[in-house]
Nanobody
Framework: QVQLVESGGGLVQAGGSLRLSCAAS????????MAWFRQAPGKEREFITAINWSGGNTYYADSMKGRFTISRDNAKNTVYLQMDNLKPEDTAVYYC????????????????WGQGTQVTVSS
């Protein structure tokens, strides 16, 4: 069982940066692949990026590559999402997800989800 809590969201000007964190409970964090998704009101959750258990493999949606960066610190049971050059269309609730199967987590079928953190980008 894994519980995830996102933090680091807020209001930022277009062109600015934020770093989101996702803290996992327990001491088995390193067993899980992790991913970030976002969801704007009335829309489906959208895949952003994923990272395997060791951090050696990362995956990005084409639209996110170059602006968003995923990383993890297994010693801290935390995964991060660095967001740069933010745009108003990035406004959404950002969620992290976890699963032992990276294919599951990349396709939005991860077993564990956080509650989300709001990111609002003003123009």
């Amino acid at each position: 069982q894994v519980q995830l809590v996102e933090s680091g969201g807020g209001l930022v000007q277009a062109g600015g940066s934020l770093r989101l964190s996702c803290a996992a409970s327990g001491r088995t964090f390193s067993s899980y692949a992790m991913a970030w998704f976002r969801q704007a009101p009335g829309k489906e959750r959208e895949f952003i990026t994923a990272i395997n258990w060791s951090g050696g493999n990362t995956y990005y949606a084409d639209s996110m590559k170059g602006r968003f960066t995923i990383s993890r610190d297994n010693a801290k049971n935390t995964v991060y999402l660095q967001m740069d050059n933010l745009k108003p269309e990035d406004t959404a609730v950002y969620y992290c997800a976890a699963d032992t199967n990276i294919l599951q987590v990349r396709t939005g079928r991860g077993d564990y989800w956080g509650q989300g953190t709001q990111v609002t980008v003003s123009s």
